[in-house]
């Protein structure tokens, strides 16, 4: 039956979305065909049309419906900070907090050998650019504290230090409201590495 194809590689494309497996996945599309007109033909038309007009910032690889995004077009945000994150996700959740009122660079991954990512495929280049042509002073990286994202913070600090720029990093350990024996062994070396004068 034609239908029943199109649902199960609708399910087939869900199950591929982060967060989602098969099963979970096929629940969804059952919610979603049984509500069609109320959320499954909304929810596609919202789909086409983002998919119609996101775009990536050209300054910054942020997500945008222009070609430069609306904090690297904001006067106001330039500051002589950039804070460099991996991805999309990270900024985004940077701004939720509002801890920041500067710049952002995406990267775009880390490095990661396992999964075939080499400097080559990261923002380095064009954030070099942008230290020159922006006036900035200090390079936040604001990377995962995972295997990955230091080693990335290593090897971005590096290819950063002829620029001259202030490259400073987020402070890790105890989290605010953090109970030392529910802390892992990793955070609680990082908390005492860098500890700070009281």
Wanted: hydrophobic fraction near 40%; charged fraction near 25%.
């Amino acid at each position: 039956m034609e239908t029943h194809r199109d649902i199960e590689a609708l399910i087939g494309m869900m199950a591929r979305l982060p967060g989602f497996g098969p099963r979970s996945a096929r629940r969804a599309v059952l919610h979603l065909v049984k509500r069609r007109d109320t959320q499954l033909l909304p929810l596609a038309e919202l789909m086409r049309e983002v998919g119609r007009a996101v775009r990536t910032c050209l300054n910054c690889g942020n997500l945008a419906t222009s070609d430069i995004c609306g904090i690297c077009a904001a006067d106001k945000r330039a500051n002589g900070q950039i804070c460099v994150v991996e991805d999309v996700a990270d900024l985004w959740a940077m701004e939720r907090a509002q801890v920041f009122d500067g710049r952002y660079h995406v990267l775009g991954g880390t490095l990661s050998p396992l999964d075939d990512v080499g400097p080559e495929d990261l923002s380095i280049p064009k954030l070099r650019d942008r230290i020159a042509a922006e006036g900035v002073e200090e390079v936040i990286l604001a990377l995962n504290a995972t295997v990955e994202g230091q080693t990335t913070a290593h090897y971005v600090s590096r290819e950063l230090e002829p620029t001259g720029v202030r490259i400073s990093g987020l402070a890790q350990g105890v989290p605010v409201g953090g109970e030392l024996d529910y802390l892992d062994d990793g955070t609680l070396r990082a908390a005492l590495s860098s500890r700070k004068p009281f």
